[in-house]
C-alpha cells in the first residue's frame, strides 16, 4: 500500500531539512574564503557553463566520459518524473503525467522510460568499470558503490511503479492484452514489456514494493546527497560558471606591507572560489592520470590535494567561523586534511591537470598558494634552492655569473644594442640562451636568422636581468615582486615596445605576469616569429635540410598549454625539413612534461621515475633521429635524458638551429 499523503510529507520534509542542513553546513564554509572577482563577462560564462556543465564538452573528451553524460542527461529528464512522483505523493491521484494532453504525455513517457534504461545500463557500467578497471586504485570505494546502487534502485522501482501501473489499468478497464500491450511498448518500451509479465493477483503488492523502494530510495539520495563526495551535483554547474576565463599562465600579485599575510597557510586564505572546487571535485582521477609528478611515482596528487583542502576546511570551519584558530594543519604530515611539504614542491606547473579537469577546478595554483607560505612566511623550502634564491637576487640569474658575461654568446658576432630610436625588437636572450653552453647555439642561430631576413633588433646585454618565473613558481614572490619591478623600470627608460624571446618561461612572463606592473608589451616567441618570417618571404628556403633525419616535436607546457602556441614550431620544423615532425602519443594540450617546469629545473628528483626520462622514453618510441623542441628547459632535459638511456644517436634541436641549418649551412 502506499502510505497516507500525512506520511510522506514527514518523510519528504525530514529528508529536505537533511538536505539543506548538509548544504548549509557545507557550502556556507565556502564564505571563509577570501574575496575575489568571478563575474565578469557574464554572457561569457554563461555560455561556457551551457557547453562544459550540460554540454559535458570536457567530460566527453575521454571514451568513458560518455557514460558519465548519459546518466547527466537522463537525470536532467528524469527530474520530471522525480517531480511527479513528489507531489502525487502528496496529492494522490490529483497531478499525474497521464493527465496531460496525448499529444505531450505519449513523447514524455517515451523519453522518461528510456532515460531510465540509459541510466540503469550506465550506472551497472560504472559500476562494472570500478569493480575491475577503476580510473585509480582508490577509486574502489564503498560511496561510490553506495550511490550507484542507490541510482540503480530509484531506476528499478520506477519500471516496476510504470509497469504495475500499465498491467492494472488493463486489467481493470478489461482491454484485450495483446493490444494494450502492444500499445503500451510503443509508449513505453521497458515499462511495457514488463506489464506483460507482472501476474495479475500480485500488481497491489508490486506496486507498493516498488513505490516504498523508490520513496526510501529518493528520500536516501536526498539525504546522502549534500554530506558525499556527490556534492558536485550541485557545485560543479556554478563552478563551471565562475571558472578562470584566461589560461593559468599568471598568479595574483602579493602586497608588501606590515601585517600582511603571504601566501596559504590555512585554509580560510584560500579565496571563496578556491574552496567552492574543493567541493566541486568529482575526483574522477583525471587530473592525477595526467600529471606527471603522480604519473612517474611523486607523492604529488592534484586529486589528493584538493580532497585535503576539502577535509581540511570540513574539520577547521566550525572554529574558524566563530574566530577560532584551526586544529588540524593545512600543510604537514598530519593525514587526510594535510598536504604534505613533498607533495607541494613536486608541481611543475604544466597545467596538465587544469586542462584535464572536467569542472575547472585549478589545482596548480593552490599549490604556488601553498609554497609562497612557506617560502615567505616560514623560510621553509629545499635546501637545493637557497643557492637559486641568492643567485636571483644577487646577480639575477640562477646560475650567479656576473651580468658582464651576458653578452659572451655574440662575442664573435655584431650584435648591436638595443636603441629605441632606431630598433625595432628587442631580443631577450634569457638566462639560459647568454650563460648556458648549449643554448648559446640556439641564440647564436636566432641572432643568424634574424639578419638574414633583415630584421631591426637589439639586446640589453648587461643590463638584460632575469624575467623572475621559476622564483615566482616557486613561491618567492617578494624576490619576482623585485626582479619584474626593475625589468618594467628597464624597459620603459629603453621604450621597448616589441620583445622577441627564445624561452617560453620568458614569454610567458613577459607577455602575462608583467602586465600586473603596467606593462603591455608586444611578445613573440621565437617560434612564432620564424614561422611568420617564413609565410611573409623575408626568409626564403632554397632548399630544406635532410641533416635532421626523422624529426619528433615535443611540446612546451608554458608555450602550449599556458599560451596556446602550438602550430608555429611544427611549421617552422615542416619549413625547414620539407616534412612535419612526427607527434608523440602525448601532444599539443595533452602533452607531458618534460620535469623542469615551476622551479624544478633547479631541483633534483629523489622519488621515482625522472620526469623527463619518461618523456624521452616515449619520444624514442617513435624512432625518432632529431628530437625537436622549443624550449632551453626542455632542451636541457632532453639531452640528460637521453644519455641517461644511452641513446647517443639522437639529437636534441631547437626550432631555430632546424630552420639555421636549412637555411645558413
Given at each position: 500500500?502506499?502510505p497516507s499523503?500525512?506520511?510522506?510529507?514527514?518523510l519528504?520534509?525530514?529528508?529536505?531539512?537533511?538536505?539543506?542542513?548538509g548544504?548549509?553546513k557545507?557550502?556556507?564554509?565556502?564564505?571563509?574564503?577570501?574575496?575575489?572577482?568571478?563575474?565578469n563577462?557574464?554572457g561569457?560564462r554563461i555560455g561556457?557553463?551551457?557547453l562544459?556543465?550540460?554540454?559535458?564538452?570536457?567530460?566527453?573528451?575521454?571514451?568513458f566520459?560518455?557514460?558519465?553524460?548519459?546518466?547527466?542527461?537522463?537525470?536532467?529528464?528524469?527530474l520530471?518524473?522525480?517531480?511527479?512522483?513528489?507531489?502525487?505523493g502528496?496529492?494522490?491521484h490529483?497531478?499525474?503525467?497521464?493527465k496531460?494532453?496525448?499529444?505531450?504525455y505519449v513523447?514524455l513517457?517515451?523519453?522518461?522510460?528510456?532515460?531510465?534504461l540509459l541510466?540503469?545500463?550506465?550506472?551497472?557500467?560504472?559500476?562494472?568499470?570500478?569493480?575491475?578497471?577503476?580510473?585509480?586504485?582508490?577509486?574502489?570505494?564503498?560511496?561510490?558503490?553506495f550511490?550507484?546502487?542507490?541510482?540503480?534502485?530509484?531506476?528499478?522501482?520506477?519500471?516496476?511503479?510504470?509497469?504495475?501501473?500499465?498491467?492494472?489499468y488493463?486489467?481493470?478497464s478489461?482491454s484485450?492484452?495483446?493490444?494494450f500491450?502492444?500499445?503500451a511498448?510503443?509508449?513505453?518500451?521497458?515499462?511495457g514489456?514488463l506489464a506483460?509479465?507482472l501476474?495479475p493477483?500480485?500488481?497491489?503488492?508490486?506496486?507498493?514494493a516498488a513505490?516504498?523502494?523508490?520513496?526510501?530510495?529518493?528520500?536516501a539520495?536526498?539525504?546522502?546527497?549534500?554530506n558525499?563526495?556527490h556534492m558536485?551535483?550541485?557545485?560543479?554547474?556554478?563552478?563551471?560558471?565562475?571558472?578562470r576565463?584566461?589560461k593559468?599562465?599568471t598568479?595574483?600579485?602579493?602586497?608588501?606591507?606590515?601585517?600582511n599575510?603571504f601566501g596559504v597557510?590555512?585554509?580560510?586564505?584560500y579565496?571563496?572560489k578556491?574552496?567552492?572546487d574543493?567541493f566541486?571535485?568529482?575526483?574522477?582521477?583525471?587530473?592525477?592520470?595526467?600529471c606527471?609528478?603522480?604519473?612517474?611515482?611523486?607523492?604529488?596528487n592534484?586529486?589528493a590535494?584538493?580532497?585535503?583542502?576539502?577535509?581540511n576546511l570540513?574539520?577547521?570551519?566550525?572554529?574558524?567561523?566563530?574566530?577560532?584558530?584551526?586544529?588540524?594543519?593545512?600543510?604537514g604530515?598530519?593525514?587526510?586534511?594535510?598536504?604534505?611539504?613533498?607533495?607541494?614542491?613536486?608541481?611543475?606547473t604544466?597545467?596538465?591537470?587544469?586542462?584535464?579537469?572536467?569542472?575547472f577546478?585549478?589545482?596548480?595554483?593552490?599549490?604556488?598558494?601553498?609554497?609562497r607560505?612557506?617560502?615567505?612566511?616560514?623560510a621553509?623550502?629545499?635546501?637545493?634552492?637557497?643557492?637559486?634564491?641568492?643567485?636571483m637576487?644577487?646577480?639575477?640569474n640562477?646560475w650567479g655569473?656576473?651580468?658582464?658575461?651576458?653578452?659572451k654568446?655574440?662575442?664573435?658576432?655584431d650584435?648591436r644594442?638595443?636603441?629605441k630610436?632606431?630598433t625595432?625588437?628587442?631580443?631577450?636572450?634569457?638566462?639560459a640562451?647568454?650563460?648556458d653552453?648549449?643554448?648559446?647555439?640556439?641564440s647564436?642561430?636566432?641572432a643568424?636568422l634574424?639578419?638574414?631576413?633583415?630584421i631591426?633588433?637589439g639586446?640589453?646585454?648587461?643590463?638584460?636581468?632575469c624575467?623572475?618565473?621559476?622564483?615566482?613558481?616557486?613561491?618567492n614572490?617578494?624576490?619576482?615582486?623585485?626582479?619584474?619591478?626593475?625589468?618594467?623600470?628597464?624597459?620603459?627608460?629603453h621604450?621597448?615596445?616589441?620583445?622577441?624571446?627564445?624561452?617560453?618561461?620568458?614569454?610567458?612572463?613577459?607577455k602575462?605576469?608583467?602586465?600586473q606592473?603596467?606593462?603591455d608589451?608586444?611578445?613573440?616567441?621565437?617560434?612564432?616569429?620564424?614561422?611568420?618570417?617564413?609565410?611573409?618571404?623575408?626568409?626564403?628556403?632554397?632548399?630544406t635540410?635532410?641533416e635532421?633525419g626523422?624529426?619528433?616535436?615535443?611540446d612546451?607546457c608554458?608555450?602550449?598549454?599556458?599560451?596556446?602556441?602550438?602550430?608555429?614550431?611544427?611549421e617552422v620544423?615542416?619549413?625547414a625539413t620539407?616534412?612535419?615532425?612526427?607527434?608523440?602519443?602525448?601532444?599539443?594540450?595533452?602533452?607531458?612534461?618534460?620535469?623542469?617546469?615551476g622551479?624544478?629545473?633547479?631541483?633534483?628528483?629523489h622519488?621515482?621515475?625522472?620526469i623527463?626520462?619518461?618523456r624521452?622514453?616515449?619520444?624514442?618510441?617513435?624512432k625518432?633521429?632529431?628530437?625537436?623542441?622549443a624550449?632551453?628547459?626542455?632542451?636541457?632535459?632532453f639531452e640528460?635524458?637521453?644519455?641517461?638511456?644511452k641513446?647517443?644517436?639522437?639529437?636534441?634541436r631547437?626550432?631555430?638551429e632546424?630552420?639555421?641549418?636549412?637555411?645558413?649551412?
Open positions: 500500500m502506499t499523503p500525512s506520511i510522506f510529507a514527514a519528504l520534509l525530514s529528508s529536505l531539512v537533511v538536505f539543506a542542513w548544504c548549509w557545507r557550502l556556507g564554509l565556502i564564505s571563509l574564503g577570501q574575496p575575489e572577482e568571478r563575474c563577462n557574464i561569457t561556457d557553463m551551457l562544459y556543465a550540460f554540454g559535458q564538452k570536457r567530460v566527453i573528451s575521454k571514451p566520459g560518455f557514460n558519465h553524460f548519459i546518466i547527466f542527461w537522463s537525470f536532467l529528464i528524469l520530471v518524473a522525480n517531480t511527479e512522483f513528489i507531489l502525487n502528496l496529492f494522490p490529483t497531478i499525474k503525467l497521464v496531460l494532453p496525448f499529444e505531450l513523447p513517457a517515451f523519453m522518461i522510460d528510456i532515460a531510465s541510466a540503469l545500463t550506465a550506472v551497472t557500467v560504472a559500476a562494472v568499470r570500478r569493480l575491475l578497471s577503476p580510473p585509480y586504485p582508490e577509486a574502489r570505494t564503498p560511496e561510490a558503490f550511490i550507484l546502487g542507490l541510482i540503480a534502485t530509484l531506476m528499478i522501482a520506477s519500471f516496476g511503479l510504470n509497469a504495475s501501473e500499465l498491467a492494472g488493463m486489467v481493470k478489461g484485450d492484452p495483446a493490444s500491450l502492444a500499445t511498448r510503443k509508449i513505453m518500451p521497458v515499462s514489456l506483460g509479465l501476474p493477483l500480485q500488481l497491489e503488492a508490486i506496486h507498493a513505490w516504498w523502494a523508490h520513496a526510501l530510495a529518493l528520500f539520495f536526498i539525504c546522502y546527497l549534500p558525499s563526495k558536485h551535483i550541485l557545485t560543479a554547474i556554478p563552478n563551471c560558471f565562475f571558472h576565463l584566461e593559468p599562465n598568479q595574483p600579485r602579493e602586497e608588501f606591507t606590515v601585517g599575510q597557510g590555512r585554509v580560510d586564505r579565496s571563496w578556491d574552496l567552492l574543493s566541486s571535485c568529482t575526483e574522477c582521477g583525471r587530473c592525477q592520470n595526467v606527471p609528478a603522480s604519473i612517474t611515482g611523486k607523492p604529488l592534484p586529486r590535494v584538493i580532497h585535503d583542502i576539502k577535509m570540513l574539520e577547521n570551519g566550525t572554529a574558524l567561523k566563530k574566530g577560532g584558530m584551526p586544529q588540524a594543519p593545512l600543510i604530515e598530519g593525514g587526510e586534511g594535510s598536504v604534505s611539504e613533498e607533495s607541494i614542491w613536486g608541481c611543475t604544466c597545467g596538465a591537470c587544469m586542462e584535464a579537469c572536467p569542472v577546478i585549478e589545482q596548480m595554483p593552490k599549490i604556488i598558494q601553498l609554497r607560505h612557506l617560502v615567505e612566511s616560514e621553509k623550502f629545499p635546501e637545493e634552492l637557497l643557492n637559486l634564491f641568492e643567485n637576487e644577487g646577480r639575477s640562477p655569473i656576473a651580468p658582464s658575461e651576458r653578452t654568446w655574440c662575442g664573435q658576432m650584435v644594442p638595443y636603441d630610436d632606431k625595432e625588437y628587442l631580443f631577450y636572450v634569457g638566462c640562451g647568454s650563460f653552453s648549449r643554448n648559446k647555439h640556439v647564436v642561430a636566432m643568424q634574424l639578419d638574414k631576413a633583415g631591426s633588433w639586446i640589453l646585454g648587461k643590463d638584460e636581468k624575467c623572475g618565473d621559476s622564483v615566482r613558481r616557486l613561491g614572490e617578494y624576490v619576482f615582486d623585485r626582479m619584474a619591478r626593475e625589468n618594467v623600470a628597464i624597459f620603459i627608460e621604450g621597448v615596445k616589441k620583445v622577441i624571446t627564445q624561452c617560453p618561461h620568458c614569454f610567458s612572463t613577459l602575462n605576469d608583467y602586465r606592473y603596467g606593462l608589451l608586444e611578445v613573440i616567441h621565437h617560434s612564432e616569429l620564424l614561422r611568420n618570417l617564413v609565410q611573409d618571404g623575408k626568409l626564403v628556403l632554397d632548399r635540410t635532410g635532421m626523422t624529426t619528433v616535436f615535443h612546451s608554458y608555450l602550449g598549454r599556458h599560451n596556446d602556441v602550438y602550430d608555429a614550431p611544427r620544423v615542416q619549413a620539407g616534412q612535419a615532425p612526427a607527434e608523440m602519443e602525448r601532444n599539443r594540450s595533452n602533452a607531458f612534461c618534460c620535469g623542469a617546469g622551479g624544478r629545473m633547479w631541483m633534483e628528483e622519488v621515482g621515475e625522472r623527463n626520462l619518461t624521452v622514453n616515449e619520444a624514442l618510441l617513435r625518432p633521429d632529431t628530437i625537436c623542441v624550449c632551453p628547459y626542455c632542451m636541457t632535459m640528460d635524458g637521453l644519455k641517461d638511456v641513446a647517443d644517436n639522437v639529437k636534441v631547437d626550432v631555430a632546424v630552420m639555421a641549418e636549412a637555411l645558413l649551412r
